[in-house]
């Protein structure tokens, strides 16, 4: 099989260099391959998970950069680009998830204790369900309606998703048994 005329098969030449900038307010070390990001609402720090990737801080700023333009390194630049920007929203604004809860059939009671979540009564259950908060994710119960929030945008999600699939039911028909806590905002996005 032939190339179509005119086009013809190159190797990129040079790498790639992404800039971020930070905000007022927020500061930045660098150490090797590692990120440390101070903010009003809390520190974060992250080793970067790819080796290909490099990291370094100037003023106002953080520069990656890889050495190749290919595929995979523009999708690992891009990677470790929205994680550093997850981090800096984390310790600007915050992340925050909403949860609500419905019920039919039992009422449920929900309670924090500890690092975990208790949910009471479920589908009339005698023994409480647990879900583990992750982190340092925090939750406020008020009515029907569960707010996740904290600085680690991974952290909170995690959280989030481990109320929601406890809650999970099984071996019953889901079109009578709705009953559960289901996520119906992801920071400030309405989950369709």
Known sequence: MTDA????KQKKKGGITLEIALPDGISCIV???SIKIKGPKGELSKKLQSRMVHVKSEEGKIILSVARDR???????HTEKGCVGNMIKGVSDGITYKLKVLYSHFPMGLKVQGDTLLIDNFLGEKHPRKAVLVGGAKVDVKGQDVTVSGVDKESVAQTAANIEQTTKIRNLDPRVFQ???YIIEKDGKPVK
């Open 5 to 8: 005329p005119g086009k013809s």
């Open 31 to 33: 150490e090797e391959r």
């Open 71 to 77: 595929r995979r390194e523009r999708a690992l630049i």
């Open 179 to 181: 009953d559960g806590i």
